[in-house]
């Protein structure tokens, strides 16, 4: 599966912006997939997921509340919407999907076999 994430760019502190990830190869019947973002000079983390069979998304403690992770099946789109967002939230935002994953590696970078190419979140004070 091909994923294009868009959406990103710059925003002021306490504003929102809506990433989508466009998955094209395949649908997403049995992929689990999942939000990432990675800061300069940071590991790339965990952000939310939405893991196959389960119907409650997870998230990072640092977003709950502020992000919601939707998908819309018909249109293979992944969304990321963020509001509230402050300059730590700064960082490339990466979509990821895999076809086989465990609920305890859901937060593990190197457990999702596919990867869009990014898209840039700025977030100024």
């Known amino acids: 599966v091909q994923l294009q994430a868009s959406g990103g760019g710059l925003v002021r502190a306490g504003g929102s912006l809506r990433l989508s990830c466009a998955a094209s190869g395949r649908t997403f019947s049995g992929y689990t997939l999942g939000w990432f973002r990675q800061a300069t000079a940071k590991e790339r983390e965990f952000v939310a997921a939405f893991k196959w069979g389960n119907s409650n998304p997870f998230y990072a403690d640092s977003v709950k509340g502020r992000f919601t992770i939707s998908r819309d099946n018909a249109k293979s789109t992944l969304y990321l919407q963020m509001n509230s967002l402050q300059p730590d939230d700064t960082a490339v935002y990466y979509c990821?999907?895999?076809?086989?994953?465990?609920?305890?590696?859901?937060?593990?970078?190197?457990?999702?076999?596919?990867w869009g190419q990014g898209t840039l979140v700025t977030v100024s004070s």
């Open positions: 990821t999907a895999t076809r086989s994953i465990i609920l305890s590696s859901l937060r593990v970078p190197s457990s999702y076999d596919y």
